[in-house]
């Protein structure tokens, strides 16, 4: 098993560039989740999918942050505009369906904006 | 409000000098409480599911045991290469997870 993997593994950009992180869950796995992780705030979750679909997207910043799921395989995050402030690790896990399941989580998208 | 609480922020042991992390909860409906650990620059990893007050798993030098309001993560005998961050994560109903910040574990050779 791959595991969860995420691309890119680091990025550097300018305050207001386009940033698109990528993930692809593990098959078979139903939810997908997309997290924060900062020294100050420990791992914030942003959203999760069920199925492909957005069933909370509470933690989700601000408008500048969407995120999407075409298919099982492949999920996004996009910041548009970025923003110093956005500088984190983000990262992407998923897991299946059932009580008390565990969550897998990839490897991380180290985000730089500066 | 459900939330997670870990307890120390930081630890510094001597290798082979045992001790405890502890995490304590207040969550509506728990359906599991989860164990990490993280390594410097990679994702968490997995090390224990406990489902119910009482439940104890091992797992080499480390063991989680769960009550009502509360679980420790016990290392016993600890090496340089169980340094690390470890997150305990509680799961709600509605498949919500909420984790802790973490305890920062290092142990000195």
């Known amino acids: 098993d791959a595991g969860v993997i995420q691309s890119p593994r680091h990025e550097v950009t300018e305050m207001g560039q386009e940033v698109t992180l990528r993930c692809k869950p593990i098959s078979g796995h139903d939810y997908l989740f997309w997290y924060r992780q900062t020294m100050m705030r420990g791992l914030e979750l942003l959203i999760y999918f069920n199925n492909n679909v957005p069933i909370d997207d509470s933690g989700m910043p601000e408008d500048r942050f969407s995120a999407k799921m075409p298919n099982a395989s492949f999920s996004t995050l996009k910041i548009q505009p970025s923003e110093p402030r956005d500088s984190a690790v983000y990262f992407c896990?998923?897991?299946?369906?059932?009580?008390?399941?565990?969550?897998?989580f990839g490897e991380g998208s180290w985000l730089t904006v500066v | 409000e459900d939330q997670v609480t870990q307890s120390p922020e930081a630890l510094r042991l001597q290798e082979g000098e045992s001790s405890s992390l502890n995490c304590s909860y207040t969550v509506s409906g728990l359906r599991g409480l989860f164990w990490y650990r993280q390594d410097p620059g990679k994702g968490p990893e997995f090390l224990f599911t406990l489902y119910s007050a009482g439940e104890e798993k091992e797992k080499e030098r480390l063991k989680a045991t769960l009550t009502k309001k509360e679980s420790f993560l016990h290392i016993t005998a600890p090496k340089p290469e169980d340094s690390a961050t470890y997150l305990c994560?509680?799961?709600?109903?509605?498949?919500?997870?909420?984790f802790g910040t973490g305890t920062s574990l290092t142990v000195i050779p």
């Open positions: 896990a998923s897991s299946s369906a059932g009580v008390g399941n565990t969550i897998y």
């Open positions: 994560a509680v799961q709600a109903y509605g498949n919500q997870f909420y």
